[in-house]
């Protein structure tokens, strides 16, 4: 398979050609959302979820195509398009176009949108962070998972992330990595250290939980969904946007983590991983 | 929704951003291509399906991103990824990146490849035909209609569409309108008719046939995926590669049809439409 070295490598979130910053992203009805879930926010989510790997590259939306799939249920894709509509004119995304297919009675719904931004000055990696950099997160974290799991106050988190498209031009002028937190803060810190080939450490005591969030810092970090942004910077840099320091990187490798100074294990799950 | 002018109201096979043309195809087990198939040829038709449409309008192959969905045959997927590479080797497609997830079991698949071109000085639009303009079509139709029907001679037209990107490139120069003949010639004449405001007429005894083709022309011009090149020139200027002069635009509305200069009936399927 010819790759292209704007891929690179097939390991960030988002490919480079020509100034342009590209992703795409599908979700799988019973996979990435729940059949039940309302219509209108399986559009947003679509929506969302390649909004925020463009804001890890501090792109500005330019243009994006949907794939849809339509399964006869004509009341659920009109939703499920209205909700798509509300988010990509709320990040100022134009829809360019696309393609359209039937699935066969009783097939999930998988529906794909590619997501084109414009680079500006600095496009982040993934694999960027140094030794004796900071570990800095965007947001509150948890709110998602707790949504997830049945929290009525934090539904909306769930079902509507907002993704960091303004913070994440104004960080990439700074960062030496950055991505957004998808899967679980843990799993993605993970592996922004893996791809630095560096170790990484975060303080569980750290970790910004939202208002009312009920549940420990470990919870929280192991969940998914939250789309914040989570990046390195050099000691000393305060973040342009608000942001919670949370750890650090250092030569070697893998993950570790502290509560109140004192060392703590990880955890058997670090975060979600949608079967890919 | 927000549509970015680039869309072209979302009426054409492909959009335009920053002088790229965008395009993207899904296929559906069951609805684009047979369960039987052979994996290495879906993955062939994937990519050609997508470059025939950068084909139509004149743009060379820049990259590309697959949304792969894995249903847990590792064999399925690893000669679907080779025949994809294969055709993307050999119209020099680099593959940027993509999303890869799993679907439940038993559920068809569903692939999407998007496919990024460079646009030439000119992008020929589906609905730019002006009245007296002659239709043209490069090589023969039919071939792939009778493959998929069970002619063995002519499965691998069916399996292994080859997309006209060099003949693109030389036609978009030159022509008022073009496209490619994915749903049938009849039915995608039609729609360039309709998309320029006008009338069309294809002489069916016009219609090239391949070698050993045994059906008669109104079934190969209602059978589809040839991904031939469908074109509109000014009259007396000569297309830059072979293809046949099959009809004409006038003003009015509608296709119709003639048969060694006698009128001849619509018949009652154009084409082939994917349901979608």
Redesign the interface.
Known sequence: ????P???G?A?D??Q????V???????E???YRPADPPESVGWKLAAVNLSDLAAKGAAP??C?L?H??TGDGGWDRAF?TG??EA??RY?????????????AG??R?M?L?A?G?AGPRVPERGGARAGDVLWVTGAIGGAGAGLAGAPAFLERYLRPLPRLAEGVALARQVHAMMDVSDGLLLDAARMAEASGLAATIALDAVPLPPGYSGTAEQAATAGDDYELLFALPPGVEPAVPATRIGGFAAGRGLTLSLHGAPRPLPASLGYT???
């Open positions: 398979m010819p790759l292209h704007g891929a690179r097939l960030d988002a490919a050609l020509d100034g342009l590209l992703t795409s992203d599908t979700i799988v019973g996979v990435h330019a243009g195509l794939n799939a339509l398009l798509l509509g990509l004119e100022g995304m134009p829809l360019l176009g696309g393609d359209t297919v039937s699935l066969p097939a999930p998988v794909t590619t084109i414009r949608h079967g890919g």
